[in-house]
């Protein structure tokens, strides 16, 4: 997890591989496989990341986060309209977070950032630039 979040995705992705062949009945959580997944799609690495985050989601739909780096990972291997879908349900998310929380200046902006993803895959454009991604 730490080799992905420090940029290392291709190292990260081969440590979890490797995890996975010394003890074939290792059992990798939803939350480990939304780590390689946000920090992967994050540092540009969607497509190497996708299948973490398509395994984070069929373990626990319901992490945020990984709808979060799957609608990303999806853009960045030209899949808008999965993007969108993925996107659409982190708004619902936020919108359904209680007042206080919505209130929070970090959320706003975000909330306003994936408006402007949404409108930009809606148009068939991917918005995760290499300068779009280095500053989230």
Known sequence: QQLAQDGKVEEAIAAYEEAQTLDPTLKISAESWA???????????????????????????????????????????????????????????????????????NFKTLFKQIQGWIEALSANENPFTPEVLEQL
């Open 35 to 105: 780590i390689l997944c946000v920090s992967g799609s994050l540092w540009g690495y969607g497509v190497d990341v996708i299948d973490a985050c398509e395994r984070g989601f069929a373990l626990n739909p319901k992490i945020i986060n990984i709808r979060f780096g799957r609608g990303i990972a999806r853009a960045q291997i030209d899949k808008y309209d999965e993007a969108l879908e993925d996107f659409q349900a982190v708004i619902r998310w936020i919108e359904g977070l209680p007042e206080e929380k919505k209130d929070d200046e």
